[in-house]
């Protein structure tokens, strides 16, 4: 029998803010890099194509392959523990950062990052689908994914506070190593507040037990279901473009009108994210619980039809002549994007058997991040670099983005292929879950 009633409905709620918070830690100390990128490209030397791989490729091998064996270990074993250990990493990383004085040191101080968010994720899907019931689980994950805007937002408005009197005295060490140290310390407060949940039992009721899979086993299982693959590569392409944006967008607004007040900028930016962004992933998995009800396609349909939007907003949003109607067609891109956000978590944890959720999570954000955080900023780095040999910095960035955006034809292609592949992979899902706890 299902049990709901496990969890408070004060513990969980409080429990997902604080998730999601941790979430939205995990985003400052990526997002941070990109707006800082001018001053700290400056200050080091670096080229784009360095700046570009700083961003993507250096943070996202080490994020993606380090996140499959503790995927694994999340399966078995606490993944508070793992979780809190993961964020008190990646958070003394960021502080390392500041440290930086070359290329090299700062592309070990993002591989350390990496290592450490890449403990993240995983447990956090895995906790959230224990509290949470299938038919609120969009809903809960979509809550959970507004950590990435509000995580944005926050880094924008930590970066307006703490840059200093003038658009010209922007200490950006200071920033890393005060974000560095407020992340140690949530870490502390995580492992003091939440508690393990049981697995399967919001489904299963609490006396349930549930075999722990071997590795191979778990990656034989996932690899075999056809949706959970569309969505992945759906939200990684989606997810390119974006990355590629964000990397380069503050630069390429500085370079569009140099006038503009760079913290008036930062602070509006961080608006956008957190309104626009966070209600995006908010409505969109709301919509897609609702409308998931009477269609299952629904959570392939929907997404394709947001990135169908993106894709024109986003590259007229490059060819504008001034910063507020970039800014103008920036904010309706985000509502779009974050649309896909809650559907595609809900997907990779509903289809993947209850005891491998975790590892669901860490191969679906390894799919992710190779090709969209290592692709789409190392990507657009060389890009702009490549232009910019017959072009000004404007017009390089410009072609660079078009470029990038069209990577958005085959997300929405894959979330077709999710909408017709999804029913029949759900009730696969059910099955076996059913078949896991009855044994």
């Given at each position: 029998m299902v049990n709901q009633k496990i969890y408070s409905k004060s513990y969980r709620t409080s429990a997902l803010v604080l998730l999601t918070v941790v979430y939205g830690f995990n985003f400052i100390d990526r997002q941070i890099l990109g707006i800082l990128a001018p001053f700290i490209q400056k200050d080091l030397g670096l080229s784009?194509?360095?700046?570009?791989?700083?961003?993507?490729?250096?943070?996202?091998?080490?994020?993606?392959?380090v996140a499959i064996p503790i995927a694994w270990l999340a399966d078995r074993y606490n993944r508070v523990n793992i979780l809190s250990i993961a964020l008190a990493t990646w958070s003394g990383f960021t502080a390392l950062t500041g440290l930086a004085n070359n290329f090299i040191q700062i592309g070990i101080a993002r591989m350390g990052v990496g290592v450490g968010e890449a403990g993240g994720s995983p447990p956090s899907h895995s906790i959230i689908s224990d509290m949470?019931?299938?038919?609120?689980?969009?809903?809960?994950?979509?809550i959970y994914s507004m950590g990435i805007p509000l995580g944005i937002m926050a880094a924008y408005f930590v970066t307006a506070s703490l840059m200093g009197a003038s658009s010209e005295d922007v200490?950006?060490?200071?920033?890393?190593?005060?974000?560095?140290?407020?992340?140690?310390?949530?870490?502390?407060?995580?492992?003091?507040?939440?508690?393990?949940?049981?697995?399967?039992?919001?489904?299963?009721?609490?006396?349930?037990?549930?075999k722990k899979p071997a590795f191979m086993e778990s990656l034989k299982i996932l690899l075999k279901i056809p949706a959970w693959w569309a969505m992945c590569f759906g939200i990684a392409f989606g997810s390119f473009a974006s990355y590629a944006?964000?990397?380069?967008?503050?630069?390429?607004?500085?370079?569009?009108?140099?006038?503009?007040?760079?913290?008036?900028?930062?602070?509006?930016l961080g608006i956008m994210n957190g309104v626009a962004y966070a209600g995006g992933t908010f409505f969109g998995a709301r919509i897609a619980d609702y409308w998931g009800k009477r269609d299952i396609r629904a959570y392939g349909w929907?997404?394709?039809?947001?990135?169908?939007?993106?894709?024109?907003?986003?590259?007229?949003?490059?060819?504008?002549?001034?910063v507020e109607m970039n800014l103008i067609l920036t904010t309706i891109f985000l509502i779009f994007i974050g649309i896909y956000l809650g559907p595609s978590f809900a997907i990779a944890q509903t289809l993947a058997p209850i005891n491998m959720r975790a590892m669901s999570t860490a191969l679906f954000f390894f799919i992710l991040n190779m090709i969209a955080l290592g692709g789409g900023p190392t990507f657009a780095g060389w890009l702009i670099d490549l232009f910019k040999e017959s072009n000004n910095d404007l017009e390089s960035i410009r072609y660079a983005m078009t470029v990038a955006f069209f990577i958005l034809i085959p997300s929405i292609v894959s979330f077709l292929v999710v909408a017709k592949m999804l029913p029949k992979d759900w009730a696969a899902a059910e099955?076996?879950?059913?078949?896991?706890?009855?044994n």
């Amino acid at each position: 029998m299902v049990n709901q009633k496990i969890y408070s409905k004060s513990y969980r709620t409080s429990a997902l803010v604080l998730l999601t918070v941790v979430y939205g830690f995990n985003f400052i100390d990526r997002q941070i890099l990109g707006i800082l990128a001018p001053f700290i490209q400056k200050d080091l030397g670096l080229s784009n194509t360095e700046l570009g791989l700083l961003i993507g490729l250096a943070f996202a091998i080490f994020y993606t392959l380090v996140a499959i064996p503790i995927a694994w270990l999340a399966d078995r074993y606490n993944r508070v523990n793992i979780l809190s250990i993961a964020l008190a990493t990646w958070s003394g990383f960021t502080a390392l950062t500041g440290l930086a004085n070359n290329f090299i040191q700062i592309g070990i101080a993002r591989m350390g990052v990496g290592v450490g968010e890449a403990g993240g994720s995983p447990p956090s899907h895995s906790i959230i689908s224990d509290m949470y019931p299938k038919e609120e689980r969009a809903s809960a994950l979509g809550i959970y994914s507004m950590g990435i805007p509000l995580g944005i937002m926050a880094a924008y408005f930590v970066t307006a506070s703490l840059m200093g009197a003038s658009s010209e005295d922007v200490n950006w060490r200071r920033i890393f190593i005060f974000l560095g140290l407020a992340g140690i310390a949530l870490a502390i407060l995580v492992k003091l507040v939440l508690r393990e949940p049981i697995r399967g039992a919001i489904e299963f009721g609490d006396e349930v037990k549930i075999k722990k899979p071997a590795f191979m086993e778990s990656l034989k299982i996932l690899l075999k279901i056809p949706a959970w693959w569309a969505m992945c590569f759906g939200i990684a392409f989606g997810s390119f473009a974006s990355y590629a944006s964000m990397a380069f967008q503050t630069k390429f607004l500085v370079t569009l009108d140099p006038t503009f007040n760079f913290q008036t900028l930062v602070i509006i930016l961080g608006i956008m994210n957190g309104v626009a962004y966070a209600g995006g992933t908010f409505f969109g998995a709301r919509i897609a619980d609702y409308w998931g009800k009477r269609d299952i396609r629904a959570y392939g349909w929907l997404p394709a039809i947001a990135i169908s939007l993106c894709l024109p907003i986003g590259i007229s949003s490059y060819w504008v002549a001034s910063v507020e109607m970039n800014l103008i067609l920036t904010t309706i891109f985000l509502i779009f994007i974050g649309i896909y956000l809650g559907p595609s978590f809900a997907i990779a944890q509903t289809l993947a058997p209850i005891n491998m959720r975790a590892m669901s999570t860490a191969l679906f954000f390894f799919i992710l991040n190779m090709i969209a955080l290592g692709g789409g900023p190392t990507f657009a780095g060389w890009l702009i670099d490549l232009f910019k040999e017959s072009n000004n910095d404007l017009e390089s960035i410009r072609y660079a983005m078009t470029v990038a955006f069209f990577i958005l034809i085959p997300s929405i292609v894959s979330f077709l292929v999710v909408a017709k592949m999804l029913p029949k992979d759900w009730a696969a899902a059910e099955k076996l879950n059913n078949e896991l706890t009855n044994n």
